[in-house]
């Protein structure tokens, strides 16, 4: 990454990410197609040509508007891995939510959370999303999040596919933020900044269905919720996700 990309970052500015992700998509063959119209803001995809039925990648940033460093995390990714963008099959969401980035709010205009919401199809986004995500068997699901009280980065691994790879991100994101040490972390067990935990479909009745969780639901093997330190720099949370994405990279067989 250049010197002086975080001296000119805009990482709330939604018009800039779009431009910088059509960038991507003219170098990469890769397909930029609208998901849903919003009253203020419309959504992408940025996918491959195709998508097979299995083995696609899928990685999300954005859905909470207040975690910047997940959108750009993941565009400044993109922009140094072009060629495996050219090689691999992806589906990248670059912004569930922006109306929330830009607003730098947790919630939709409606004031909805839409890591909340993946349960029904009221909202057109997430009806959008779901129908885009389909029945593939995706090999890997990365969501891209941050969190205000996190001491250090955490991740969120589902307990499917072994040998787990969570020990191994952390260690990626170690360079640019140690992971959170905290025993307990959003009221589940926790070490190292590792949080495996076993799903409790009574929970998400209660308080609505994560994107993380529909993915595995639809039968993802990896599914991985990456959360960084929001009181952290934003270069270095940046580079912690940069960091995680390409470890899962090198593990799926880039």
Known sequence: MKEDYLARHRAHDYGHLLERW???????????????KGAAYDVYTVRS????????I?????????????????????????????RRPFL????????GLVNNSRTDAGRRDLNRSFQGDSIPEIAALKQAIGKR??????????????????????????PYWG????????P??????????????????????????????EIGLP????????????VFTIETPSEYGLDRRVRAHVAVIGECMRRVGS
């Open 137 to 162: 068997r995706y090999a890997l699901a990365l969501t891209l999040h941050e969190d205000y009280d996190a001491m250090g980065v955490y991740i969120y691994e589902l307990r499917v596919a072994t």
């Open 49 to 56: 040509a195709k998508l097979p039925r299995e083995g696609t």
């Open 167 to 174: 020990d191994a991100l952390l260690e990626a994101a170690r």
């Open 211 to 222: 994107e993380a969780v529909y993915l595995r639901l639809q039968g993802c093997a990896r």
């Open 92 to 99: 990248l969401v670059p912004c569930i939510n922006p109306w």
């Open 22 to 36: 059509r960038a991507v998509a003219a170098r990469t063959g890769m397909r930029m197609r609208r998901l849903a």
């Open 176 to 205: 640019h933020v140690p992971p959170d040490g905290r025993r307990i972390i959003e009221g589940r067990e926790a070490e190292g900044g590792l949080v495996r935990p076993e799903l409790d479909m009574k929970l998400f009745e």
């Open 58 to 86: 899928y990685i999300s940033a954005g859905i909470h508007g207040d975690e910047p460093a997940g959108t750009e995390g993941l565009i400044a990714w993109a922009e140094e891995n072009t060629r495996l963008l050219k």
